[in-house]
């Protein structure tokens, strides 16, 4: 089972001083990284770069990657290595991207296979320099695996293909089992930190799917401490009920490096348990919420626990 979380957050923070972090962070990240240099991660790693596979963990220099690796979770990030917006949180590289190759589908099954995944979470940068946003690239994913074992859960992580509904409805159509797409942050922030994208867009993507497939789970995530207030926090979580979200994540924000936008407040762990009771009460299926949770962070043992709470 290998799955994890989009995160914009360094394992190995490249500018920042240690002694910046609160000691909840400083803990965490250490003992994740620890994890980085044992045997099953770097079979992890081997196997990727034979497969020619880039991983979110590794180009959103997630702090997870350590206890993931080793422990056999990884996110694969599929349509290259390069994205064509300028978010100003994410660590992944924005310059010209390629055109997809083919071909990578299958590496992902193939890798799949081969690690034995009984859920894979697979996402990729922003195309907006391909008509249907990657669609086709995500659909042939989801196919590929599901052909390999239709028991084998998927959980496409989608950009907002630029608000095309009909490749929203090309992804969903050989049926992942979650369809998961981020909305970041509170609206009031969209300008400063996610130049390009759009709240209300984003809302509609998630119900947009919620209605064309009300059997596929859908799911969202955003971060703390980029300067949202609790309220902005809470109507945020009540738009996405609104729009038919199922699943929730929240993590902390870190910076990725002096280029990005800084911190502005760490949320103690207390803070984020308390998010999570809120949103059960708001009405998410299930959710996660904490420091270092990212959006495909246990991501089957959150899809279970909406199972079970549903009874489906
Ligand atoms: S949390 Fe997600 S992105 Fe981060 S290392 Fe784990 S699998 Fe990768």
New binding site residues.
């Given amino acids: 089972m290998r799955?994890?979380?989009?995160?914009p957050q360094p394992s190995n923070p490249p500018t920042f001083k240690m002694s910046t972090y609160p000691h909840w962070i400083l803990e965490a990240v250490k003992k994740n990284k620890a994890g980085l240099h044992e045997e099953p991660s770097l079979d992890t790693r081997g196997d990727l770069a034979d497969a020619r596979l880039h991983?979110?963990?590794d180009e959103?220099l997630?702090p997870?990657?350590g206890r993931?690796f080793s422990s056999g979770?990884?996110?694969f990030l599929i349509l290259g290595d390069v994205c064509t917006r300028t978010c100003r949180f994410c660590a992944v590289s924005k310059k010209t991207p390629l055109p997809p190759d083919p071909d990578e589908p299958r590496r992902v099954r193939e890798l799949s296979r081969k690690w034995g995944l009984k859920y894979v979470v697979f996402t990729s940068p922003t195309r907006d320099d391909l008509p249907d946003g990657g669609a086709a690239h995500f659909a042939e994913t989801v196919r590929q695996i599901r052909n390999l074992d239709p028991y084998i859960k998927t959980e496409p992580l989608i950009p907002d293909l630029n608000g095309n509904p009909d490749a929203l409805l090309h992804i969903l159509s050989p049926g992942p089992h979650v369809l998961a797409h981020n909305i970041e942050t509170v609206p009031s922030l969209y300008g400063k930190v996610r130049q390009g994208a759009d709240y209300k867009r984003s809302l509609r993507l998630l119900k947009t799917a919620k209605q064309r497939r009300p059997d596929i789970l859908t799911k969202s995530g955003l971060m703390l401490g980029l300067g949202e207030s609790e309220k902005e926090v809470e109507n945020t979580l009540r738009d996405l009920l609104e729009h038919g979200c199922d699943l929730l994540t929240l993590g902390q924000y870190l910076a990725p490096s002096k280029a990005h936008l800084p911190v502005e407040r760490y949320a103690a762990p207390e803070e984020f348990s308390a998010w999570e009771k809120k949103a059960l009460e708001l009405g998410f299926k299930a959710a996660l919420c904490g420091p270092l949770v990212?959006s495909?962070?246990r991501a089957a043992e959150l899809y279970q626990k909406a199972r079970c709470r549903t009874g489906s």
């Fill in positions: 799955v994890g979380t989009p995160c991983t979110v963990c959103a997630c997870n990657k993931c979770e990884a996110t990212r495909s962070y």
